[in-house]
């Protein structure tokens, strides 16, 4: 406990600024390489960046590749956290990193996320100079119907013994859930069950983007923290690190504000033969309206793409030759 505190004492002394924190290994590397390319030479973020990594997950190659960018600089988490390396191997490294950087005004990013406009910009959103910590909502492709038995290649985790532990896990981490969480999730902490007709969301918060002023969020990271060091425990309710962050959050009593748009979807007819439209990209977050990033690789537009959004209602809108263009180049990269 001795050199943890050390550690973290190093951590926190360092360098006071703003930057992005990434999480990776060998087998992200290619995709987190045409992140940064295009981050650096489309967005042009003056951010630096640091990428952490657990004790070999980092080939000598794969972190030459990595330095070759700029403002850029390579960490091992187990210098900080003095853990063994497979204690990070998974989702659960992510719940350190707000604690390991030294900024103090961060953004972590995954390594397959592509920013379409500059990530910097969210420390001067209203919401995040309110509570110092904006997140995003994930899509609701997994819900609750409540039905007794789930065939568990079909269905997430979904069966209602399974929600009612999910349930039984939140209300006894929090017992009253603050005015930062978002009214449509408060069903946990009411007698509100799932059923055929009346499905309940499984997963709400998205952490390929999550935007914290550790000075104002020290608590709440130490509680993110915790859910994930005991990670076997906490993502038998949750999918990873995901939840964490707003249950950490919660836990410590601290402001947060979620972003109330869930990712868009783009659709677009680029093959006119066939009768159908075909789902090109699936995860594309959108702030005050505008395209803001989305995860996985892109891929290749026509002039007829269209934005389809959920806020309440589903609307769609068709996407400008500005934003098309600036998606067909973060594919050709």
Same mark, same amino acid.
């Given at each position: 406990?001795?050199?943890?505190?050390?550690?973290?004492?190093?951590?926190?002394?360092?360098?006071?600024?703003?930057?992005?924190? /990434?999480?990776?290994? *060998?087998? =992200?590397?290619? +995709?987190?390489?045409? $992140? #940064?390319?295009?981050?650096?030479?489309?967005?042009? !973020?003056?951010?630096?960046?640091?990428?952490?990594?657990?004790?070999?997950?980092?080939?000598?190659?794969?972190?030459?590749?990595?330095?070759?960018?700029?403002?850029?600089?390579?960490?091992?988490?187990?210098?900080?956290?003095?853990?063994?390396?497979?204690?990070?191997?998974?989702?659960?490294?992510?719940?350190?990193?707000?604690?390991?950087?030294?900024?103090?005004?961060?953004? /972590?990013?995954?390594? *397959?996320? =592509?920013?379409? +406009?500059?990530?910097? $910009? #969210?420390?001067?959103?209203?919401?995040?100079?309110? !509570?110092?910590?904006?997140?995003?909502?994930?899509?609701?492709?997994?819900?609750?119907?409540?039905?007794?038995?789930?065939?568990?290649?079909?269905?997430?985790?979904?069966?209602?013994?399974?929600?009612?532990?999910?349930?039984?896990?939140?209300?006894?981490?929090?017992?009253?859930?603050?005015?930062?969480?978002?009214?449509?999730?408060?069903?946990?902490?009411?007698?509100?069950?799932?059923?055929?007709?009346?499905?309940?969301?499984?997963?709400?918060?998205? $952490?390929?983007?999550?935007?914290?002023?550790?000075?104002?969020?020290?608590?709440?990271?130490?509680?993110?923290?915790?859910?994930?060091?005991?990670?076997?425990?906490?993502?038998?309710?949750?999918?990873?690190?995901?939840?964490?962050?707003?249950?950490?959050?919660?836990?410590?009593?601290?402001?947060?504000?979620?972003?109330?748009?869930?990712?868009?979807?783009?659709?677009?007819?680029?093959?006119?033969?066939?009768?159908?439209?075909?789902?090109?990209?699936?995860?594309?977050?959108?702030?005050?309206?505008?395209?803001?990033?989305?995860?996985?690789?892109?891929?290749?537009?026509?002039?007829?793409?269209?934005?389809?959004?959920?806020?309440?209602?589903?609307?769609?809108?068709?996407?400008?030759?500005?934003?098309?263009?600036?998606?067909?180049?973060a594919f050709e990269l």
């Open positions: 406990m001795k050199k943890l505190f050390l550690g973290l004492c190093l951590s926190l002394s360092l360098h006071a600024s703003s930057g992005i924190v /990434i999480a990776a290994c *060998d087998r =992200y590397v290619d +995709q987190l390489v045409r $992140s #940064l390319k295009f981050l650096k030479t489309e967005i042009n !973020t003056s951010l630096p960046i640091e990428i952490w990594y657990a004790g070999d997950e980092l080939s000598d190659e794969n972190q030459r590749r990595l330095l070759a960018f700029d403002h850029l600089t390579l960490h091992d988490i187990t210098t900080i956290f003095p853990l063994p390396p497979e204690h990070f191997r998974g989702f659960q490294i992510k719940g350190y990193l707000g604690l390991a950087t030294q900024f103090d005004e961060f953004i /972590i990013m995954d390594a *397959d996320l =592509y920013f379409y +406009q500059k990530p910097e $910009s #969210l420390f001067e959103h209203p919401a995040y100079k309110k !509570t110092g910590a904006f997140f995003f909502c994930d899509q609701e492709s997994y819900l609750f119907f409540g039905f007794p038995h789930v065939p568990a290649q079909k269905y997430h985790g979904g069966t209602l013994s399974y929600y009612e532990k999910r349930k039984s896990f939140l209300t006894h981490l929090i017992e009253k859930t603050s005015e930062s969480f978002p009214q449509k999730w408060t069903f946990y902490w009411s007698s509100i069950q799932p059923t055929p007709l009346n499905p309940i969301p499984s997963e709400h918060l998205e $952490s390929g983007c999550v935007v914290i002023d550790r000075k104002r969020h020290q608590k709440g990271l130490e509680m993110v923290r915790r859910l994930n060091e005991d990670y076997k425990e906490t993502y038998k309710y949750v999918w990873g690190d995901k939840e964490t962050f707003w249950i950490g959050f919660e836990m410590a009593h601290e402001p947060y504000h979620v972003n109330e748009t869930i990712p868009a979807k783009i659709i677009d007819r680029w093959l006119p033969y066939l009768p159908f439209q075909i789902k090109k990209v699936a995860l594309v977050q959108t702030v005050d309206g505008k395209l803001f990033y989305q995860q996985k690789a892109p891929a290749k537009l026509s002039p007829s793409a269209k934005l389809v959004q959920r806020n309440g209602e589903k609307t769609t809108r068709t996407l400008s030759s500005q934003e098309i263009a600036l998606l067909n180049r």
